[in-house]
């Protein structure tokens, strides 16, 4: 634990283990974001590999309890009935996770804002995209460019809140759906970035330590789903992606 305080204040400290709090709140009250809140929380106090790491046994914890909320049963048939966005999507994962530490800070910054910042804007502008059933073709498309950015960011909610969300899901299917998708894909991310380098050594007790406040934060989320008007959350909760997001950018852009 010395490096990680060895770079972090006691302020910077219990603020990290707020952020993790919130995006478990956040998670556990419309199923995604706890990526994008993390490494937009994160990147603040911490260099953006170190932000990355931080999500990702988090992410993985969550998610799987998310996914096996209505059992394994359940869970197993999402597996199915989304395979080709999985396989796609982990397979370009795998591929384009070798990349983080290959890049520019800023640029991996970018990558991360752009996503967030054009959805969170379509979805408060109240746009939505309507597809009638799924098809091997647009899974494997929405899964591919989920995966791209999942690998290089740890950020694939956006695509793939909006591919279900054109589907019309129900919304108890659309939590569990999502749990298993992003579950599979951190388990992927996991065992990528342990050969990328970004988990490591230095990174991983950071990791460790944020598991506990984003399951607490998950925990209170739940609790709250059924006590707040849903759609007014969402909406409070795309305007605070939203500002992240382009906080991201203008880190990205100007430093």
């Known amino acids: 634990m010395e490096p990680l305080f060895s770079i972090l204040s006691g302020y910077e400290f219990v603020l990290v283990l707020a952020i993790a709090m919130l995006a478990g709140m956040v998670k556990g009250l419309v199923g995604f974001a706890m ?3 993390f490494v ?3 990147s603040t106090v911490l260099p953006p590999d170190w932000a990355l790491a931080g999500l990702i046994l988090p992410t993985l914890v969550t998610n799987g309890l998310q996914a096996l909320r209505q059992g394994a049963q359940a869970a197993v048939g999402s597996i199915r009935q989304f395979r080709v966005f999985l396989l796609v999507g982990l397979a370009c994962l795998l591929a384009t996770s070798q990349l983080v530490t290959r890049i520019p800070a800023s640029v991996f910054l970018l990558l991360i804002a752009v996503p967030v910042v054009v959805f969170a804007t379509i ?3 109240g746009i939505r995209f309507r597809l009638n ?3 091997p073709r647009s899974e494997a498309l929405v899964g591919a460019f989920a995966g791209s950015v999942g690998g290089m960011s740890g ?12 589907l019309n899901t129900p919304k108890h299917d659309q939590m ?5 998708i992003y579950g599979l894909g951190a388990l992927a991310l996991t065992l990528a970035h342990l050969g990328s380098g970004v988990l490591r050594g230095e ?7 944020l598991i506990a406040p984003s399951v607490i934060g998950m925990w209170l989320g739940g609790q709250w789903q059924d006590r707040i008007d849903q759609n ?7 305007i605070v992606l939203l500002v992240a997001g382009l906080n991201l950018l203008r880190r990205a852009l100007m430093g």
């Open 35 to 37: 990526p994008m809140i």
């Open 40 to 42: 937009s929380g994160l």
């Open 123 to 125: 979805q408060l502008l």
């Open 133 to 135: 059933q799924a098809s």
């Open 155 to 166: 950020v694939w909610g956006p695509p793939t809140v909006a591919y279900l969300t054109a």
């Open 176 to 180: 569990r759906i999502q749990g298993v």
């Open 203 to 209: 990174t991983l007790p950071l990791s460790l330590l």
């Open 232 to 238: 007014m959350f969402r909406k409070l909760t795309l």
